[in-house]
């Protein structure tokens, strides 16, 4: 097992240089360099903040220098200053991260806590009721694009029905309020972006399960359970299900990128001060400092994942880490 | 052949839809960009199907005029992506080695960059426009068919047509081109229907978030952009593009699902 975590830390070596070489060709070789084309649209640079963005860049050095220098201070976490507000890059993204991560952890839960049960009881009669009406629905939920998903519950929730806040995370009156209903204001402000985005990965991981489960419950051991008499409750829940979900484990190390790229959407749409947000902020003004940071760290975050998906998976099923 | 409903169903939607985005000036009731006045944010009646918009625009024309657009960019993203994956993994599957090695590493890093990330950053850099949107989308999208492709090769390339192809001198490109890609095909077109639906999915969703196709020009994402400012309003903006986009993507996965069954 050891021997196993060993081999997929070192094969991340290549992976960190490729992610920031890639990272710093996309900036570096782009048609008018950061400093010039931030001059030319943002009239507020000053010659100062100039002068630091060509030190930050290294300007007058090769360009293998500029790549180390560059990757010295990343390795450091070192992003450098946003153009926008001139604070550091670092600063702004960690003072985000509680709110992206509190809803991903929550869609998260939601997704799984959904997809299982669903893609379980479909397996159970392939092509029967349940299966058939749920494949329906999660085709119809898969095909709709997600933002347009959370307008339509907007209309529906926010407005018409006027159940929940429309956006935002608190409301006006929030220090008045008492803790447990700061709590249920929160909860109310984050529902409906919670909702949404766990939906959006619902349908592919219900259909993994559901096939997943149709295979194992083909497999020989299941005859074996049945023929020594086990309860159908007992075969399902034990013997098929725990060796089903094995596979559904790596999805989990491996939502991490949609579960980024959905939060840009949705913290847009709902006006939430996540990590999201901020990176389409970064795009509109064009804050390259930020928008590199946010790059490196979500291809980071995204090979964590694989990593974490890959040793979770070793640790359940001996069979991975034997083979060569 | 048992009749693939599923797979005629799918067909024939998408037929209907390419053929009213081809047809676009003929069908379409007004000019897409006619501003009318005297009827803003007008629901749905006889004179305007589907409403208009803030400006008055009729929302059924802008709709047909963005199938041409949204179909289009999901097509050509997608054969970009098709093309350079066909490479790549063909490449990498035939002559394994080096280039193998270097080929999938290169994958594996692109894999770690979330789409959607790297996307918005490169829009960042260009502007956005429709041939931008295309190009972008079809050079963050290969790297599920290089695989794929490198993976049917691998297996292909044992059997005995390929030996017979080797032994009476065959060139490389020429066992590729003629042998294996072809006998690769249905895999591969599978992958390319489905990426034409997340090729649509994406471009709708930069297009929301104002960096995909640029207003006045009607995509079925950027008309989506006025419905956050006419919540409640005018409930007609949000609900038709968003269905056109739903029935869009549903008929593509339905094809690529119907063409599974076909190949078996």
Redesign the interface.
Known sequence: MINYILKRLLSIIPLLLGITLISFAVIHFAPGKPVELQESLNPKVSPEVRLRLQKLYGLDKPVYAQYIDWLARVAKLDFGRSFNDNRPVMEKIAERIPLTLTINIFSLIIMFGLAIPIGVKASLTPGGKFDSITTVILFMLFAAPSFWLALILMQLLCINLNLLPISGVVSLDFEYMGWWQKALDIGRHLFLPILVSSISGLAGISRYMRSSMIEALNQPYIYTARAKGLSEKKVVYKHAMRNAVIPIVTILGLSVPGLLGGSVIFESIFALPGIGRLFYEAVMTRDYPLIMAEVVIGAVLTMFGNLLADIAYATVDPRIRYKK | MKRNKVLISGLFIIGVLSTIALLAPFLSPYDPSLIDSSSLLAPPSLRHLLGTDSLGRDLLSRLIYGARISLSIGLIAMGIATFIGLIFGSIAGYYGGIADSLIM??V???????????I???????EPSIINIMVIIGLTGWMGTARLVRGEILSLKEREFIQAAKAIGASGPRIILRHLIPNAAGPVLVNATLGV?AAI?LE??LS????GVQPPTPSW?SI?IE??ST??VA?WI??F??LA???T??AF?MIAEGLKKEIG
């Open positions: 590493r290169f594996d890093i692109v894999l770690c960059f979330p789409v959607f990330f790297l918005l950053a490169v829009v960042a850099i260009f639906a999915l709708s969703g929301f978030l104002g960096l994402g989506l419905s956050k919540l409640g409930w949000t609900l593009p968003g986009i739903l029935i993507i549903l996965n």
